[in-house]
């Protein structure tokens, strides 16, 4: 069996905040939870089975190793240190550095990973919801985020923010009524949410088109004409390249 070792599947523990629609990286940690149980693989989300020897997957925004376990996969969904945990004690950014831990990349924007198959693009937008509806295109969005607002976006143009994004639905269908949607975020899946809603973006994050065209999503539809068509296919190219990847992942961390 592809999945196991002596006859043993070890089981994989994920240590994530609880499920929030509008954060991307808590949905790819939830995402990949469910894509291994699909594989089959035994998998627990924030809880450790008794008498165990487990596998634990921790974002690169976490810090120490509440499993306690010598086997440790770290999943980078950012720049490591940029993010981090908001506690009692104030903002405790994560750790910068993974010695002895088995690294994944997310996306070449955020470091350099040992080999390709290392890297692991976790496409997690819901296609049956984010599509282009067909409809006629009479406004534009603009979305803040992480960014700060420069204010180059028409003055009735609608603002996104997480309220909205709660309602996955009403998300796409506020998207498929704009024509463009500017972004001074400096990266957010709310961009192919969009291009997948047909709606072009118009990036004013603090990327580079050089530096963004290392991310997986390609440029497509950013700051210049979108072939909806095209984009949606080169996605659903990503869910089975993830799908591929997620294979030689379980064969070769079990």
Not at 30 to 59: H, S, T
Not at 197 to 223: A, F, R
Request: charged fraction near 25%.
């Amino acid at each position: 069996d592809l999945y196991r070792n002596g006859g043993k599947m070890r089981p994989y523990v994920i240590v994530s905040p609880d499920y929030d629609p509008t954060s991307g990286g808590i949905k790819v940690m939830w995402g990949l939870y469910g894509w291994l149980l699909a594989k089959g693989a035994e998998v627990y989300m924030n809880r450790l089975p008794e008498g165990r020897d487990v596998i634990a997957i921790y974002p690169e925004i976490h810090t120490g190793n509440p499993v306690q376990t010598d086997r440790i996969i770290r999943y980078v969904l950012n720049v490591p240190g940029v993010m981090g945990a908001q506690t009692q004690y104030g903002f405790i950014p994560g750790p910068t550095e993974f010695p002895g831990e088995n690294v994944y990349y997310f996306s070449r924007m955020f470091g350099k990973a040992k080999d390709e198959d290392h890297y692991m693009f976790l496409p997690v937008i819901n296609l049956n919801i984010f599509k282009d509806q067909k409809k006629k295109r009479t406004k534009t969005c603009f979305l803040v985020g992480k960014g700060y607002n420069q204010l180059k976006h028409p003055n009735d143009s609608i603002e996104l923010n997480r309220e909205i994004a709660k309602d996955q639905q009403q998300l796409a269908n506020i998207l498929n009524e704009c024509k463009t949607f500017y972004c001074y975020d400096k990266l957010t899946a709310m961009m192919e949410c969009s291009r997948l809603c047909g709606t072009q973006v118009v990036y004013e994050g603090d990327y580079s088109m050089e530096e963004l065209s290392k991310y997986e999503p390609g440029l497509n539809g950013i700051n210049k004409e979108l072939d909806v068509e095209e984009f949606r296919g080169h996605y659903e190219e990503m869910v089975q390249l993830f799908s591929d990847k997620l294979d030689l992942f379980i064969s070769t961390t079990q």
